[in-house]
């Protein structure tokens, strides 16, 4: 099946739309549910693809799951008949790592394939195997597989991370959350996921103060209890209909947000001329006509998220002016650039910066996502651009974004997504 986005751009997105749960909370969340033989109630779960692999896995290993609607599920997993994941589809997502913390935490074994997702670059896991061996435990890799196994369980231990690391900082905390004793971990991550997933471990009865800081103190407990937990808003799923309000210069209400998580993304579209209204639980984008360039770094939270590199680059190709973007998290975040050429844009890359000249217009044209957050952004340079344009692969994009096309539609883009070529012949007959 060749599914694709095609689009008529030109319309000014107006009106209201409501966030879904974080991607990133939800997959260290669904991996610490393993952590307890209780049941563990889930909400808020986006109904996105890389959440419904991760179900789909626990399953797998005799976890019993019950799916009450697309955003709750009931976990309870204290038949779990094997200490392996192994399946095609959990290959595919970066989170699958995760459940080497937490099948090492409740049952000291794991072997777990080596993550896939997006290709933006080297995710090393060296910092996971770091902090699994600073716990008592033997952790290598084995024909493409993480293997780790603590004979005398797993012991508190100091930690230092050589470098930020989300996806260590969760899977430590699940790991060490029933280990003996204290373990102290500094230079971790602080995204709003850290603190969720900390949030989450707590309120199952661990004890983990700090998230959000730059040190986590992790006092193991003997066990965990059941909950019943809903996901924070998704700041990368805000962020991007922040930007597509901007690029499209429209008048757009994002519900169910934390305006607190959003405040690096803000700042760049106020810098650029925008309207920024913060409410409560909302944030207003009213998108300038004229917009003016800037500059931007990527840096681990609180700083600007890499994860919205590719959204605020596109709105500023439309600024006037030349911007310049530093990344500095992924070394391959800039495969999109070329796609983004084919519109019109005039973006220059070398190394990990790109250089943007500012246009007027961006013109329709058939390009492919190549991952996750780069298809949402050629998705949002479609929206503002004059004519029709195709994304292609835009399986990418399901992985991290919940009914897309229907959000935006919501919003008064004229976007479809297409089957065959029958239905995108339709709508290019379709009258503007």
């Known amino acids: 099946m060749n599914e694709v986005f095609i689009m008529r751009g030109g319309n000014p997105l107006r009106g209201e739309v409501t966030i879904g749960g974080a991607k990133n909370a939800a997959l260290g969340i669904i991996a610490g549910a393993l952590l307890t033989e209780d049941k563990v109630t889930i909400e808020n779960l986006p109904d996105v693809r890389d959440v419904n692999v991760m179900l789909e896995a626990l399953k797998e290993v005799g976890a019993k799951v019950d799916r009450v609607d ?30 080497i913390g ?24 060296d910092q996971h195997l770091k902090g699994f061996r600073a716990l008592g435990t033997q952790a290598e890799v084995e024909n493409g597989y993480l293997v780790a196994k603590a004979e005398e369980g797993l012991f508190g231990s100091h930690i230092y991370l050589d470098v930020v690391s989300v996806g260590a900082t969760i899977n430590i905390m699940l790991a060490s959350a029933l280990a003996e004793g204290l373990t102290i971990v500094e230079n971790v991550a602080k995204e709003p996921h850290i603190v969720d997933v900390a949030n ?5 009865g661990a004890n983990i103060r700090g998230a959000g800081t730059d040190t986590i103190r992790i006092r193991g407990v003997k066990r965990l209890h059941g909950t019943t937990y809903a996901v924070i808003p998704d700041q990368i799923e805000a962020g991007t209909f922040m930007c597509a309000a901007a690029v499209t210069r429209g008048d757009v209400l994002i519900k169910n947000v934390i305006p607190k998580h959003m405040e690096s993304i803000s700042a760049k579209l106020l810098e650029m001329g925008n309207t920024i209204i913060e409410y409560d639980e909302s944030i207003r984008v009213i998108g300038k006509l004229e917009q003016q360039s800037t500059d931007v770094k990527t840096l681990p939270y609180p700083g600007f998220p890499t994860d919205m590199q590719p959204q ?12 310049v973007v530093t990344e500095s998290i992924f070394e391959n975040r800039f495969k999109y650039v070329d796609e983004l050429t084919r519109m019109g844009a005039k973006i220059k890359v070398e190394g990990n910066v790109s250089v943007i000249e500012g246009q007027k217009s ?15 952004a050629l998705v949002l340079a479609g929206l503002a651009a004059e004519g029709i344009t195709v994304v292609h692969e835009i399986g990418y994009i399901q ?28 709508f290019r007959m379709k009258a503007v």
Do not use: W
């Open 70 to 99: 697309a955003h709750t599920a009931v976990i309870e997993a204290k038949n779990i008949s094997m200490h392996s994941i192994d399946d095609e589809y959990i290959r595919r997502i970066r989170a699958s790592y995760y459940f």
């Open 102 to 125: 937490a099948l090492l935490g409740k049952y000291h074994e794991a072997t777990v394939p080596l993550p896939g997702g997006c290709a933006i670059g080297q995710r090393p896991i």
């Open 200 to 204: 989450f471990l707590n309120s199952m």
């Open 312 to 323: 605020i680059s596109v709105t500023l190709a439309l600024a006037s002016g030349n911007s």
């Open 362 to 376: 961006l013109g329709g044209a058939s390009v492919n996502a190549l991952d996750l957050r780069a298809g949402a």
């Open 399 to 426: 992985r991290g974004y919940e009914h897309f096309e229907a959000k935006l539609r919501g919003l008064g883009a004229d976007i479809s997504l297409a089957e065959n070529e029958k239905e995108q012949k339709k």
